[in-house]
C-alpha cells in the first residue's frame, strides 16, 4: 500500500492521522498543536502557491508548511 500524507489530501477530504515522521522541534510543534495519532483531520484549502496548507482538526483551523504536511501519515479510509 502507498504511504499517504496529509499533503494528499484533497480540500473538502478527511482523513485519520496515523504517524508522525520526523523528529525534534517539527515534531514537537506538531504535536503541541494537537496533530496526533488517532486524531481526525480535514483538508480545508492550499495556498494559492501550495504552501502552507489548512486544515480542521478539533475545530480548530491549523496553517500548515508543506513539508509538515509531508511527515504526517494519513489513513483516508479510518474515517468512515
Known sequence: MKRRTLKDLAPGQRAKIVKINGSGAIRRRLVEMGVTP??????????PLGD????????THLSLR???AE????DPEGTK
Open 38 to 47: 488517532g486524531s481526525e483531520v480535514e483538508m480545508e484549502r492550499y495556498a
Open 52 to 59: 502552507p496548507v489548512e486544515i480542521k482538526l478539533k475545530g
Open 66 to 68: 508543506k513539508s509538515e
Open 71 to 74: 511527515i504526517v501519515d494519513i
